[in-house]
Antibody
């Protein structure tokens, strides 16, 4: 049973960089997409981006210029950096495991395991 | 992007009664080559992350109670809870994985009347 444990700063000042890390325990790192999803204060869910176990990344078009997702296979961890944050980036950030159901996969279909979430507040 | 619209925003149902949640996509999520609808449902209880409960519009994940059922095709989908239990109080989200990027509905909050 895979378990995702995430951590990072809960308060980030405007224009600075949000940084979060997620550790994957109890399951294979291979064959999945390691994903960051955020939830706005109103509840809406948005895919921020994801990385495959090989290091291939895909980012939300609206965030692409500010997002970097990286992977540390030796530690079974992956990380999110979101630069130049504004109040609009405030929300609950989740790491999740994405699963692709097909044979020629390039992205997740659905998300079957989630971290506990980190509440990030962008404020001075 | 495919826009997913859920309705109602919230509903209150008596214990033991049926709860019905609707999800509409801005374009069909039915892949005609395999006749599968690329739609998932999640349950998010207060203070918890979302939990995947249904894929392919109607396939329950392992361990999900049989009172949860998904139906629909193309652009119109329904999640039903046949006999609402207290532990079903949650926000429910639909998500399409037909097109890139995957997108979620706005959520429907289910409460006890």
């Amino acid at each position: 049973q895979v378990h995702l444990q995430q951590w990072g700063a809960g308060l980030v000042r405007p224009s600075e960089t949000l940084s979060l890390t997620c550790s994957v325990n109890g399951g294979s790192f291979i064959g999945y997409y390691w994903t960051w999803i955020r939830q706005s204060p109103r509840g809406g869910l948005e895919l921020v981006g994801e990385i495959s176990h090989t290091g291939s990344t895909r980012y939300s078009p609206s965030l692409k210029s500010r997002v970097t997702i990286s992977i540390d296979r030796s530690q079974n961890q992956f990380s999110l950096k979101l630069s130049s944050v504004t109040a609009a980036d405030t929300g609950l950030y989740y790491c999740a495991r994405g699963y692709c159901s097909g044979t020629n996969c390039y992205r997740s279909d659905w998300f079957d395991s989630w971290g506990q979430g980190t509440l990030v507040n962008v404020s001075s | 992007d495919i826009v997913m619209t859920q309705f109602p925003d919230s509903l209150a149902v008596s214990l033991g009664e049926r709860a019905t949640i609707n999800c509409k996509s801005s374009q069909s999520v039915l892949y005609t080559s395999n006749y599968k609808n690329y739609l998932a449902w999640y349950q998010q209880k207060p203070g918890q992350p979302p939990k995947l409960i249904i894929t392919w519009a109607s396939t329950r994940e392992s361990g999900v109670p049989e009172r949860f059922s998904g139906s629909g095709s193309r652009t119109d989908f329904t999640l039903s809870i046949s006999s609402l239990q207290a532990e079903d109080v949650a926000v429910y989200y639909c998500q399409q994985y037909y097109n890139d990027p995957v997108t979620f509905g706005g959520g429907t909050k289910v409460e006890i009347k």
